[in-house]
């Protein structure tokens, strides 16, 4: 049975899927990266595309799924090709752990997309909360915005006040309240002495059809004028972290 592991501040419990841990190396080479995946379809998982960088020239890439070991290389891994500098914009990655008979019961997340119908300039609170289930190790845990949640529209990412990233928690898929999986986590980012940003790849219509474009049918849910509320903490902070690069 694994081990219970919970990031408190905050007990709660999760009722969708749960994140799955990755590693990537070199072939050959046990060194390698350790992060975290979401399955959206079948045999089909999104990540951090900074955890797979190394699969631009050759890699091996391992999920352990209750105990069973999928392998896939780099010919199965998919990322967007213009995403530059550190900005958390489009880290997103795609890994086909191709036909793979993964055990157990699945249950496809609708995938919350901010397309170009919102307009707007200036970061603003998207009304929802944001949870992370994890498995880091054989650990099972998830943590919980308890700060509201932007999205900047510049730098296309969603953030919120400092909710414990930490080291080998890249890549595990970002969750509303309500199942959707709204982003993949990238990055903390810190703005001055004493403020800190967990930093989130959003999904919009590009990556829709990035997605949709490997022949993935999935249900995506679109975001509308009720989902942002104007902003009510400090401007100077928001914008700054928005157009950071």
């Known amino acids: ?49 900074h955890c797979t960088d190394i699969c631009n020239i050759s890699c091996n890439v391992e999920v352990n799924i209750a105990g069973n ?22 880290d997103i990655a ?9 055990p157990g019961s699945f249950k496809e997340p609708p995938i919350f997309i901010i397309d170009n119908s919102v307009r707007f300039s200036e970061p603003k609170i998207i009304n929802r909360s944001l949870k992370i289930p994890f498995d880091i190790n054989g650990n099972i845990g998830t943590v919980m915005s308890i700060n509201p949640v932007f999205y900047g529209p ?7 006040k400092d909710l414990g990233i930490f080291h080998g928690l890249s890549g595990a898929g970002v969750f509303t309240d309500k199942g959707e999986l709204v982003a993949i986590t990238s990055a903390a980012a810190g703005q001055g002495n004493n403020v800190r940003f967990s930093v989130f790849a959003a999904f919009d219509d590009k990556v829709k059809e990035f997605l949709s474009g490997k022949g993935l049918s999935l249900y995506f849910k679109h975001a509308n004028s009720p989902d942002f509320k104007d902003i009510t903490q400090d ?11």
């Open 235 to 245: 401007k100077e902070i928001l914008i700054s972290l928005d157009n950071d690069k």
């Open 1 to 49: 049975m694994r081990k219970i592991f919970i990031i408190c501040i905050f007990c709660l419990s999760a009722s969708f899927i749960f994140g799955e841990e990755i590693f990537v190396s070199e072939p050959g080479n046990t060194n390698g990266t350790s992060c975290q995946a979401v399955r959206i379809k079948d045999t089909w998982f999104l990540t951090a595309k």
């Open 94 to 102: 795609l890994i086909d752990f191709k036909n793979a008979k993964i």
């Open 69 to 90: 070991i999928f392998k896939t290389s780099q010919q199965n891994v998919f990322w967007f090709k213009n995403r530059q500098g550190k900005n958390a914009s489009y």
């Open 154 to 160: 510049k730098s296309q990412i969603i953030f919120t």
